[in-house]
């Protein structure tokens, strides 16, 4: 399962940097954005201890942990370097399609087991393997952790954390219910500047907050196109019906692998998918950005085969806790917000966020929130935020201790792959406004959308036991 994510900079803390608490200091769900926060600032050792989640015990704080990891090329292959580089973890068995890939890998992994597919490696190693990362293209993200989790392994998936909505709600779903440890690849999670700039959203540094605009330099890889109608060889090196996995067959063409795949309905997510779960994160943990009520987007111009060229999608939230209704708009193919938006910054940023409220503003220059500004009058206060030992540490550390890390997938990373995910229902509706029912998972006031929520899946690659 090869993947051609692109890592973000290497901007996590240290351990130095993390709070020391016992793991009696767990806390409980948090009932509100501002709970959120604190309690997170309680949990300790660099991660929160969510609410009736507790983990399996199959690994010990003493314990090494035995990771196999699912796609080793390009995220992949980052993946893989920092979880070898965090001691106490061994990993057991490497998968990929590409034996390419699969062999670079092997020379640094010697003792790993060597997979094309991950379900024989699930058959044949399960009770070897204690935790599965995954970081493979985003339709194959669901049935290889929800395979992983039902077998009670604990799981790192890279973000977009799934394909569809109705994967993401799955996912938080199936964690808790198995018990598992789990977090999703937003790295920007464990930055303490993102983590501080939640917190002052919580402490009401802006007031009533009205609107907030997303925008990125993606697409980096071409959309709006047609299916390719050439047919040439498949690889040798390319296990392609295993590439395929979930989806409806097709042949091969470098179209789609290795990297520009991300631009096509049936395996990516588009540029929306591709960078929202880093990009809008600071915005969603701090405003608690869920089940928005509706999305409308403009865009270049769609078709039933890739994203298009550029798009602006509008979000309507309504009432959340003490956070008043608002407005989102996502900007990507080169778009981005009016300079006034941004009144005292010098130019726009390639790629950013900029929340606007009645006390003024805070600007995130990237994507990952490394670089918080306060605009407009607002006054930044001391507040308290949880710092973290480092993003996979998080992980690895709460499979020792029995806890949750951030961006966990019940609590944290599936309400935020929902909300991300819901925007490209609207590219979809050809400028037509979608109302979203978040309790039942239905899309309203545009028809042929249901396939877009909840697809269809290739005989043999389902998320279905």
Same mark, same amino acid.
């Given at each position: ?350 790629? &950013?966020?900029? $929340?606007?409220?009645?006390? /003024? %503003?805070?600007?995130? #220059?990237? @994507? +990952? &929130?490394?670089? $918080?500004?306060?605009?407009? /009058? %607002?006054?930044?206060? #001391?507040? @308290? +935020? ?80």
């Amino acid at each position: 399962m090869v993947s051609s994510k692109t890592p973000p900079p290497e901007n996590t803390p240290s351990s130095s940097e993390a709070h020391n608490v016992s793991s009696e200091q767990a806390v409980a769900p948090f009932s509100s954005r501002r709970d959120f926060l604190k309690k997170s600032a309680l949990a300790g050792a660099g991660f929160w201890v969510a609410g009736n989640l507790h983990a399996s015990a199959r690994v010990s704080v003493n314990d090494s942990v035995n990771v196999a990891c699912i796609g080793v090329g390009g995220q992949g292959q980052s993946d893989t370097n920092n979880l070898r580089r965090i001691e106490g973890v061994n990993v057991v068995a490497i998968c990929d399609i590409d034996e390419k890939n699969l062999g670079g890998a092997s020379r640094k992994f010697k003792d790993a087991k060597q997979y094309f597919d991950y379900r024989e490696m699930f058959d044949k190693m399960g009770k070897s393997i204690d935790a599965v990362s995954i970081a493979t293209p985003d339709h194959t993200h669901a049935p290889a952790a929800l395979r992983a989790m039902r077998r009670g392994l604990h799981v790192y998936c890279q973000k977009p954390l799934t394909h569809t909505i109705y994967e993401a709600r799955l996912m938080g779903k199936v964690a808790r219910e198995n018990k598992v440890i789990t977090q999703m690849g937003n790295q920007g999670t464990a930055l303490s500047s993102l983590r501080e700039g939640a917190a002052l959203l919580q402490a009401g540094v802006l007031g009533r907050v009205s609107e907030i605009h997303v925008w990125t330099n993606r697409p980096v890889w071409p959309q709006g196109a047609d299916r390719p109608t050439e047919t040439p060889p498949v690889p040798s090196h390319i296990h392609w019906d295993l590439w395929l996995g979930a989806a409806q067959e097709r042949n091969f063409h470098p179209a789609y692998h290795p990297f520009k795949w991300r631009g096509w309905w049936d395996f990516g997510t588009g540029a929306l998918g591709d960078m929202a779960c880093h990009t809008l994160n600071l915005a969603f943990m701090g405003l608690d950005l869920r089940d928005p009520l509706s999305v409308k987007a403009q865009t270049s111009g769609t078709n039933n085969e890739t994203f298009p060229k550029w798009s602006e999608i509008e979000y309507e939230f309504g009432q959340q806790g003490e956070r008043a209704p608002l407005k989102l708009r996502w900007y990507d193919g080169g778009r981005k917000p009016e300079a006034k938006l941004l009144e005292g910054v010098e130019r726009v940023p390639n790629t &950013g966020l900029i $929340i606007i409220g009645e006390k /003024g %503003a805070l600007l995130s #220059e990237g @994507d +990952y &929130g490394q670089k $918080i500004k306060l605009l407009g /009058g %607002a006054e930044k206060v #001391e507040v @308290d +935020y949880e710092r973290s030992p480092g993003h996979f540490k998080e992980w690895i550390q709460g499979i020792q201790s029995n806890s949750q890390p951030m961006s966990n997938f019940p609590d944290y990373a599936s309400p935020l792959t929902e909300t991300v995910l819901l925007g490209n229902l609207a590219l979809k509706a050809s400028g037509q406004k979608v109302l979203w029912d978040a309790k039942n998972l239905k899309a309203t006031g545009v028809e042929g959308l249901d396939a877009i929520v909840n697809k269809e899946y290739r005989k043999g690659f389902g998320i279905e036991e």
